[in-house]
């Protein structure tokens, strides 16, 4: 109840807070005329359910109160700050000197820049697979169409414009979508808070022109639930081919670097090279769990050489072939390769779009770098490379046309063929990895986001949090995987396959990119109809080409991709219901006030955190625990591991704490929040010691703005306590009040509905002497006592397995997918508590079924 203004400010004004400290973010004045409530003021601590039910169905009253409240600066009763961890990992690349530069453009290129790095191996050999070359003009159309589309897609797109759509640096398609449920209300589990808007990371843009169109758009997306559905629907999508890009980046760098064999010694059959590729894969797969740290700088070196051999090959071959092939920069080719043979021209197409693939790779890897080390290294080093190796795959192709099969081997000269071959190999394994560690992070941002099956996380670096390996996801990719390799032995075909799950990714991102230029940005709407117009309208007219080659065998990354869809939105499905159904199904207030402060069973020395989802509300699994256990604990925190759409959450901004009924009650809930990057690594004696100390935190503050109140109260004039005016926040933070003094609304908070509307007249005429400065202190010196009584008689986790059913009169697909697959999924997840690593004997289990 003291922090209505602040909350208000920070979401209607949209200014951007900065600081660790939320208590210090604010920096402007504003007026509230609001009717003096939130959700977080009536969520646990207010008896008045007809309130409480008006709240919550987000009905306006038309009589707004206005008041001026006075407080200690931007103090907010359910903030604390919490207590740092030891030994926290930070993901801040700092000031480095020109060695740590170097070493760090050394992991950029082993890491980010692999992917697209070797599409030379394979770019000419499937293009010219599906259009054969009948003259040189042909090879020059071809050579013209990829320089432009390594301009369009890599450089343009996403070096200028997509890089800079990056969550505090987070990339990929899921801190997209972070991105924008930051800034409208699209989620579908409905568990934001507006407290969560303060937090420093959230960094709303501060208006502009364009802020109207922004509002417009913002209202349409809340407004909607189609359009939300849509919204998430686009994004699961974009992240099942993320998925199914890990599994053919692989199959096909692999591939194509082993197929040189069959230049190098004619007697090696396909066959060969498959079981070559194969025991190369689990080479790969396997050494994924040492790290995107170690493993970058170790092969980045290699991936500076390979870059170095692309750039000599394509001088050399430029040299000694033909030199005229620089023709191909002039757009015009790109016309008459399309006029001479439209058709395989459009084929060619999809060959085409191999040599912008990783290009998602450098967006979703953003995480291990800064977005101008990309850039520049991109444009310095990666992009002259690649465009002189495929001038020089040309120039030999121009004499040449029978290399076209494998043209990047046929053009090696022979005197360096072996030591190139053995580099590419090299290079070909790294960059197997680089849409691999994408898939990492875009998966943990996804389960953060309620959208897939929990999976334990390994952290493989301790300096930087983004930085993970998932041994579940790794060896599960491998399989499927080894799967596509055997089955589609042909590069041509899984080429088509490549081509498919990339174009699926970059369709994806232009749509979410567009819309956050609309939303956030708020780019001139000339801009972004070019981005968005010229983007989309290639991409489709690629994928036309793909789509038209999908039953020649590359159809089964499209299932794969449909698989991996449906497990995250039946998983976002049924964690919704189930969300939906507890908040349904949370207690009363009547129902604890009528039990009494020993909540009708024994009080037993103790404190017990009971775990739930819900973010507000006490959860139905603590009235199973009242009838179900002989006694409960002399203290009970209801706590909820909640994930915030920003990356990272501040240590002083962790945890929420609210009062649940009177204080005799010594009910709290506290809300721990996270971003979809941070790392839960503490153990459950850290855990119980930082929860106990920002407990403390919290009920000193409480009583220092009780305290505060009651001062001000006996200093307020009599005419003051009777005129209604507006929330004053000041410059510093303060919170100042001429009307209804706050310690009504305090003393309201312990009474039925009845006396509060007995009293609170009474309050209205004059300030209160029951409270003073002495009962204050009394009061809060015996709650601490109380507190470590508490803690010394021991901490007991009581988890709440709460799960859902279908109801008998359900249709059977619904009963289909939450009986059997969502149950699947919950059952072989990991639990949320297994990271504290609680020890057996303080655990306590209560199992509940929902029917839905």
């Known amino acids: 109840m003291f922090h209505v203004a602040e909350e208000t400010?920070?979401?209607?004004n949209d200014e951007e807070?900065?600081?660790?400290?939320?208590?210090?973010?604010?920096?402007?004045?504003?007026?509230?005329?609001?009717?003096?409530?939130?959700?977080?003021?009536?969520?646990?601590?207010?008896?008045?359910?007809?309130?409480?039910?008006?709240?919550?169905?987000?009905?306006?009253?038309?009589?707004?109160?206005?008041?001026?409240?006075?407080?200690?600066?931007?103090?907010?009763?359910?903030?604390?700050?919490?207590?740092?961890?030891?030994?926290?990992?930070?993901?801040?690349?700092?000031?480095?000197?020109?060695?740590?530069?170097?070493?760090?453009?050394?992991?950029?290129?082993?890491?980010?820049?692999?992917?697209?790095?070797?599409?030379?191996?394979?770019?000419?050999?499937?293009?010219?697979?599906?259009?054969?070359?009948?003259?040189?003009?042909?090879?020059?159309?071809?050579?013209?169409?990829?320089?432009?589309?390594?301009?369009?897609?890599?450089l343009v797109k996403y070096v200028h414009f997509v890089l800079w759509a990056n969550?505090?640096?987070?990339?990929?398609?899921?801190?997209?979508?972070?991105?924008?449920?930051?800034?409208?209300?699209?989620?579908?589990?409905?568990?934001?808070?507006?407290?969560?808007?303060?937090?420093?990371?959230?960094?709303?843009?501060?208006?502009?022109?364009?802020?109207?169109?922004?509002?417009?758009?913002?209202?349409?997306?809340?407004?909607?639930?189609?359009?939300?559905?849509?919204?998430?629907?686009?994004?699961?999508?974009?992240?099942?081919?993320?998925?199914?890009?890990?599994?053919?980046?692989?199959?096909?760098?692999?591939?194509?670097?082993?197929?040189?064999?069959?230049?190098?010694v004619g007697a090696i059959e396909q066959d060969q090279v498959v079981l070559i590729s194969v025991s190369f894969l689990v080479i790969l797969f396997s050494v994924q769990k040492f790290g995107t740290s170690k493993l970058g700088l170790a092969v980045g070196p290699a991936l500076l050489l390979w870059f170095c051999c692309l750039a000599g090959i394509g001088i050399y071959n430029l040299v000694k072939y033909d030199s005229s092939v620089f023709r191909a920069f002039n757009p015009a080719h790109i016309y008459f390769f399309f006029k001479r043979n439209p058709v395989n021209a459009w084929y060619a197409l999809g060959g085409c779009i191999l040599c912008a693939t990783g290009s998602e790779a450098m967006f979703a890897d953003l995480s291990f770098f800064s977005v101008h080390s990309i850039q520049l290294t991109f444009t310095l080093l990666v992009l002259p490379c690649l465009l002189l190796g495929?001038?020089?795959?040309?120039?030999?192709?121009?004499?040449?046309?029978?290399?076209?099969?494998?043209?990047?081997?046929?053009?090696?000269?022979?005197?360096?063929?072996?030591?190139?071959?053995?580099?590419?190999?090299?290079?070909?394994?790294?960059?197997?990895?680089?849409?691999?560690?994408?898939?990492?992070?875009?998966?943990?941002?996804s389960i953060a986001l309620g959208c897939f099956p929990r999976l334990k996380i390994i952290h493989t670096s301790k300096k930087f949090i983004g930085q993970i390996y998932i041994p579940v996801l790794n060896w599960f990719l491998l399989v499927v995987c080894l799967i596509v390799v055997c089955s589609i032995s042909n590069i041509f075909m899984i080429g088509n396959a490549y081509g498919i799950a990339e174009l699926g990714i970059m369709m994806t991102t232009t749509i979410l990119v567009t819309l956050i230029m609309f939303l956030i940005w708020q780019t001139n709407i000339i801009v972004i109809s070019l981005f968005a117009i010229v983007s989309l309208g290639v991409e489709l007219l690629f994928f036309s080409s793909v789509?038209?080659?999908?039953?020649?065998?590359?159809?089964?990354?499209?299932?794969?991709?449909?698989?991996?869809?449906?497990?995250?939105?039946?998983?976002?499905?049924?964690?919704?219901?189930?969300?939906?159904?507890?908040?349904?199904?949370?207690?009363?207030?009547?129902?604890?006030?009528?039990?009494?402060?020993?909540?009708?069973?024994?009080?037993?020395?103790?404190?017990?955190?009971?775990?739930?989802?819900?973010a507000k509300g006490v959860p139905a699994i603590f009235g199973h625990f009242l009838t179900t256990l002989p006694a409960i604990h002399s203290?009970?925190?209801?706590?909820?591991?909640?994930?915030?759409?920003?990356?990272?959450?501040?240590?002083?901004?962790?945890?929420?704490?609210?009062?649940?009924?009177?204080?005799?009650?010594?009910?709290?809930?506290?809300?721990?929040?996270?971003?979809?990057?941070?790392?839960?690594?503490?153990?459950?004696?850290?855990f119980e010691q930082i929860l106990i100390e920002s407990l403390e935190k919290f009920i000193r503050k409480e009583a220092q703005e009780r305290q505060l109140e009651s001062d001000g109260d006996h200093n307020t004039d009599s005419e003051d306590d009777t005129t209604l005016s507006r929330v004053l926040i000041a410059p510093n933070g303060s919170v100042y009040s001429l009307g209804v003094p706050l310690l009504a609304e305090h003393m309201e908070s312990n009474l039925r509905p009845s006396e509060k509307r007995k009293t609170s007249?009474?309050?209205?005429?004059?300030?209160?002497?029951?409270?003073?400065?002495?009962?204050?202190?009394?009061?809060?010196?015996?709650?601490?006592?109380?507190?470590?009584?508490?803690?010394?008689?021991?901490?007991?986790?009581?988890?709440?397995?709460?799960?859902?059913r279908a109801s008998k009169d359900s249709w059977f697909l619904k009963k289909l997918v939450i009986n059997y697959m969502y149950a699947f999924l919950r059952k072989n997840s990991r639990r949320g508590i297994t990271n504290l690593s609680v020890p057996h004997s303080h655990l306590m289990q209560v199992g509940m079924t929902y029917m839905v």
């Open 635 to 686: 203290m009970v925190i209801f706590v909820c591991i909640k994930y915030v759409p920003v990356p990272s959450v501040p240590q002083s901004e962790r945890f929420l704490f609210r009062r649940v009924c009177p204080r005799s009650y010594h009910l709290f809930r506290c809300v721990a929040r996270y971003g979809y990057k941070d790392v839960r690594k503490e153990n459950h004696q850290a």
């Open 761 to 804: 007249m009474d309050f209205v005429a004059g300030p209160s002497n029951e409270t003073t400065a002495l009962d204050v202190e009394q009061s809060l010196e015996k709650e601490l006592s109380f507190i470590h009584k508490a803690k010394e008689s021991g901490v007991v986790y009581l988890l709440g397995h709460g799960d859902i």
């Open 390 to 445: 495929y001038l020089g795959q040309a120039a030999y192709l121009s004499e040449n046309f029978s290399g076209a099969g494998d043209a990047f081997f046929s053009s090696v000269p022979s005197s360096v063929f072996w030591p190139v071959f053995l580099i590419s190999n090299i290079a070909a394994l790294i960059a197997s990895r680089a849409m691999t560690t994408a898939t990492f992070t875009c998966i943990k941002q």
């Open 167 to 264: 969550d505090d640096g987070e990339g990929g398609t899921f801190a997209l979508y972070s991105l924008i449920c930051r800034h409208a209300n699209v989620s579908l589990i409905p568990n934001q808070l507006p407290s969560d808007a303060r937090i420093s990371g959230f960094g709303l843009k501060v208006p502009s022109p364009e802020l109207e169109r922004s509002l417009i758009i913002k209202e349409k997306l809340e407004a909607s639930m189609t359009l939300k559905k849509v919204l998430l629907i686009l994004v699961l999508a974009g992240t099942a081919m993320v998925i199914a890009d890990a599994v053919v980046t692989p199959a096909m760098s692999v591939m194509s670097a082993v197929g040189g064999l069959k230049i190098g």
């Open 547 to 614: 789509l038209s080659s999908v039953a020649d065998g590359s159809w089964i990354i499209l299932v794969f991709a449909t698989i991996m869809f449906f497990i995250m939105f039946v998983w976002n499905y049924g964690s919704k219901l189930k969300y939906e159904t507890e908040v349904q199904k949370k207690l009363p207030m009547d129902l604890l006030r009528e039990l009494g402060s020993n909540l009708g069973t024994i009080r037993a020395p103790g404190i017990g955190l009971l775990y739930n989802e819900l």
């Open 17 to 154: 807070m900065t600081g660790d400290d939320s208590t210090t973010s604010m920096s402007r004045w504003v007026f509230d005329e609001k009717n003096g409530y939130d959700d977080d003021d009536v969520e646990d601590g207010d008896y008045d359910d007809e309130r409480y039910d008006q709240i919550d169905s987000d009905d306006e009253d038309d009589n707004v109160e206005q008041r001026l409240i006075r407080t200690s600066p931007a103090v907010d009763s359910f903030d604390v700050d919490a207590l740092e961890i030891p030994g926290a990992l930070k993901n801040e690349i700092e000031d480095a000197s020109l060695g740590r530069k170097i070493i760090l453009a050394l992991q950029t290129l082993g890491v980010v820049f692999g992917d697209i790095g070797t599409s030379p191996l394979y770019t000419f050999s499937v293009m010219f697979n599906r259009s054969p070359i009948n003259d040189k003009e042909d090879v020059i159309g071809a050579l013209s169409l990829v320089i432009y589309t390594l301009i369009l897609f890599p």
């Open 9 to 12: 400010s920070g979401s209607e």
